[in-house]
């Protein structure tokens, strides 16, 4: 069994900093793209960033220069650094990722959420 759990959301002001961090635990052969969403209150869920196996990295444009996205293969950890946040960034930030489960089985897992508001 596959358990993905995000941490690191909270309240920060504009123009300040805040590091997301998700974990991937449990029994599978390899890990392959980590990334992260987030969906706003009222709109749909949108993606953020991405980072393949071997560190390639592309961002929504409404992000690029602004976060980073990065991961610890060692811990089965991704990260979302967001630097000048806006409160635009508001939303729950959900991590996805994608998993060789076994050598026939191939899955996409969520983790729980975690709220990140930005105050102006």
């Known amino acids: 069994q596959v358990h993905v759990v995000e941490s690191g959301g909270g309240l920060v002001q504009a123009g300040g900093s805040l590091r997301l961090s998700c974990a991937a635990s449990?029994?599978?052969?390899?890990?392959?793209?980590m990334a992260w969403y987030r969906q706003a209150p009222g709109k749909q869920r949108e993606w953020v960033a991405g980072?393949?196996?071997?560190?390639?990295?592309n961002y929504a444009d409404s992000v690029k220069g602004r976060f980073t996205i990065f991961r610890d293969n060692a811990k089965k950890t991704v990260y979302l650094q967001m630097n000048s946040v806006k409160p635009e960034d508001t939303a729950v930030y959900y991590c996805?990722?994608?998993?060789?489960?076994?050598?026939?089985?191939?899955?996409?897992?969520w983790g729980q959420g975690t709220q990140v508001t930005v105050s102006s």
């Open positions: 449990g029994s599978f052969i390899s890990i392959n793209v």
């Open positions: 996805s990722v994608d998993i060789h489960v076994t050598d026939w089985r191939r899955d996409n897992y």
């Open positions: 980072i393949t196996g071997g560190g390639s990295t």
